[in-house]
């Protein structure tokens, strides 16, 4: 079974923090049937969760169709598994995650949200007021909370400008052990280090590790990594998942889209 219950996908997420891989589906650049494809692909590569949501254009419909059509493929995959010996269905049973641009764009079908405040939005909606709207919702529909900080750096892209974001720059790593300390002490499971989506410039390592150092959550990292060297460093800084979005959409094959993921999980895995 994918793991679904608090205490299960947080296991989960810590089992497999380490140069771990998450693929990012936008339900708004990708049909619900390529985006299930993707996933076969990056699981079949070694991704080991999957996020769903994009900063804009994305609604309960798109998200909720996409969510279904991934989890139905990963469990064909997982009982195509249960027949061959030589395969590990474990394998399949990666979290279907909402990673969601607001209260709008939900579905009562996925194993977990990230359920986040931008915190250094100077919005109060980012920070506390989507939440409040989906909270209850979320909770009669037990999809499992999975509480983040989210921090965006620059350049911040379309979530910087939508989230009203104060973004943190280069030299901004003193800010960052602070939103980091105070991310512990709200008591989140995890921090994720945004830099936007498609950013010509992913978040420098020395931030990366000034939140590291500051925090003992699990540290989730993404925006504007296009290479297995990027992801790298990315985790010798001391990020525990990668997330890559963009990269995934450059490849209509999913063969090929399998190989280049491996290749990019092999080199981020390196040392
Ligand atoms: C965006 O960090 C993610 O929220 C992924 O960014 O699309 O640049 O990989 P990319």
Redesign the pocket.
């Known amino acids: 079974m994918r793991p679904s219950t608090h205490s299960d996908v947080i296991s989960y997420v810590r089992a497999h923090a380490g140069a771990a891989h998450i693929i990012?589906i936008?339900p708004d650049d990708a049909t619900p049937d390529v985006a299930a494809q993707r996933c076969v692909a990056a699981v079949s590569a070694g991704s080991r969760m999957i996020?769903v949501?994009?900063?804009s254009g994305t609604d309960e419909d798109n998200v909720h169709a996409t969510v279904v059509a991934i989890q139905e493929a990963l469990e064909l995959c997982k009982w195509n598994a249960s027949q061959d010996a030589g395969l590990s269905e474990t394998d399949w049973e990666v979290p279907v995650v909402l990673?969601p641009q607001g209260a709008a764009a939900l579905s009562t079908s996925a194993d977990a949200i990230t359920f986040m405040m931008l915190m250094n939005s100077l919005d109060r909606r980012f920070i506390i007021g989507e939440q409040v709207t989906g909270a209850l919702p979320l909770k009669k529909a037990n999809v499992t909370p999975l509480s983040m900080g989210y921090l965006v750096c620059a350049p911040g892209?379309v979530?910087g400008e939508v989230g009203n974001a104060d973004l943190f720059g280069p030299d901004d790593a003193d800010k960052i052990q602070e939103y980091a300390t105070c991310a512990e002490y709200f008591g989140f499971d995890l921090l994720?280090l945004?830099?936007?989506?498609?950013?010509n410039t992913?978040v420098p390592p020395n931030l990366i590790q000034a939140a590291r150092e500051s925090c003992n959550l699990t540290l989730?990292?993404?925006?504007?990594?296009?290479d297995g060297q990027t992801a790298r460093q990315a985790v010798q800084a001391g990020a525990d998942w990668v997330?890559?979005?963009?990269?995934?959409?450059q490849f209509d094959d999913p063969d090929e889209l399998q190989r280049i993921l491996s290749e990019f999980i092999i080199n981020m895995r390196s040392t």
């Open positions: 990012l936008d996020f949501g994009g900063s990673f892209g979530v994720y945004e830099a936007g989506s498609g950013a992913p989730i990292v993404g925006g504007g990594i296009r997330v890559t979005g963009n990269l995934t959409e």
